[in-house]
């Protein structure tokens, strides 16, 4: 099974910032559109960001649009999340997910990764 791998998680004060990565060593990520998504302890998955396959083209949640960017790194074969001004809300397990449709049409059903844990508190 395809597997897709985040790093950068981690414990940050409010008003900070971390670098999530999405990797993997199996298939080349500019084949696929990127999604960032995250999950709260008692609340549903929710999506954060997409990145289009060329990387023209991105998508954000208006809860963190102007604080989060998405950005391809092709000669890495990683797709990077640059979060700053961090808030408590952010506090959530943020998960990397391939798809090769469209950012639009993506049914999210082929390769996630394990997610890794973001702490935003003082």
């Known amino acids: 099974q395809l597997q897709l791998v985040e790093s950068g998680g981690g414990l940050v004060e409010p008003g900070g910032s971390l670098s999530l990565s999405c990797e993997t060593s199996?298939?080349?990520?500019?084949?696929?559109?990127i999604g960032w998504f995250r999950q709260a302890p008692g609340k549903e998955r929710e999506g954060v960001s997409c990145?289009?396959?060329?990387?023209?083209?991105?998508y954000y949640n208006d809860r963190v649009k102007g604080r989060f960017t998405i950005a391809r790194d092709n000669a890495k074969n990683t797709v990077s999340l640059q979060m700053n001004s961090l808030k408590s809300e952010d506090t959530a397990v943020y998960y990397c997910?391939?798809?090769?449709?469209?950012?639009?049409?993506?049914?999210?059903?082929?390769?996630w990764g394990q997610g890794t844990q973001v702490t935003v508190s003082s």
């Open positions: 199996q298939f080349t990520l500019d084949n696929y559109v």
């Open positions: 997910a391939a798809d090769s449709t469209t950012c639009r049409t993506a049914g999210w059903r082929g390769s």
């Open positions: 990145i289009s396959k060329g990387g023209e083209t991105t």
